[in-house]
């Protein structure tokens, strides 16, 4: 694909559900990174894949988070039992390769997602 | 952990140079990055410096002092569509990037 593509670009849930975001890499991307920005905040980093794996998953909020990786592209973030202060812009990017010397992060548009 | 430290808000006129300042404290080094993030929008690469020494691509110039913990980003000739955000980026001895709170530049006419 021509770049990032997340999904769904917003959504809003009752606190208390689960939700799921789902992110396509750039074709070929083998790093993948999942970021978090609430309104007028910087990125707080949440986790990152090399393939299928996660080697750092320290950043993950608390364990109502999890993410996962298959197949070498699409990830998926699943937010269980959400919260209001779960409320921010998920953002996830790829880059070509994650050791290699000058490999840019580049980033989807975010899903916005509302807790009410 | 990761500390990276920017200003929050620069102001600047139309055509003059703006500079941004960004200091880190990371647990080794692989590469410092600077984005841009216009309001509503993702950030956008426009830097990367791994060595010491100064970076050039247009109006854009990024410097790295790797013995400081120290980089600035460089803004020449300022335009109205420079008034964005400007993120300071570090990755780590684990390949993990950490961003900074950013800083925000305001470009007047």
């Known amino acids: 694909g021509a770049g990032v593509s997340q999904s769904p670009s917003n959504k809003v849930t009752e606190k208390g559900k689960d939700v799921e975001l789902r992110c396509d890499p750039i074709?070929?991307?083998?790093?993948l990174y999942w970021y978090r920005q609430s309104l007028g905040q910087g990125l707080e980093f949440l986790i990152y894949?090399?393939?299928?794996?996660?080697?750092?998953k320290s950043g993950l909020p608390s364990d109502r988070f999890s993410a996962e990786r298959t197949g070498g592209s699409v990830s998926t973030l699943t937010i269980q039992r959400t919260q209001q202060e779960d409320s921010a812009v998920y953002l996830c990017?790829?880059?070509?390769?994650?050791?290699?010397?000058?490999?840019?992060?580049?980033f989807g548009n975010g899903t916005r997602l509302t807790v009410t | 952990g990761q500390n990276i430290d920017q200003p929050t808000e620069m102001t600047a006129t139309e055509g003059a140079i703006v500079q941004i300042n960004c200091t880190y404290q990371?647990?080794?080094?692989?590469?410092l990055f600077w984005y841009q993030q216009h309001a509503g929008e993702a950030p956008t690469f426009l830097s990367y410096?791994?060595?010491?020494g100064l970076e050039e691509k247009g109006r854009f110039s990024s410097f790295l002092s790797r013995s400081k913990g120290y980089s600035y980003l460089l803004l020449k000739e300022l335009q109205m569509k420079d008034s964005a955000s400007y993120l300071c980026?570090?990755?780590?001895?684990?390949?993990?990037?950490?961003f900074g709170a950013g800083t925000t530049v305001t470009v007047r006419a």
């Open positions: 990017a790829s880059s070509a390769a994650l050791h290699a010397a000058n490999s840019p992060l580049h």
């Open positions: 074709s070929g991307h083998t790093a």
């Open positions: 894949f090399q393939g299928n794996s996660a080697p750092d």
């Open positions: 990371t647990s080794g080094f692989n590469g």
């Open positions: 410096n791994v060595l010491d």
């Open positions: 980026a570090v990755r780590d001895q684990d390949y993990k990037l950490s």
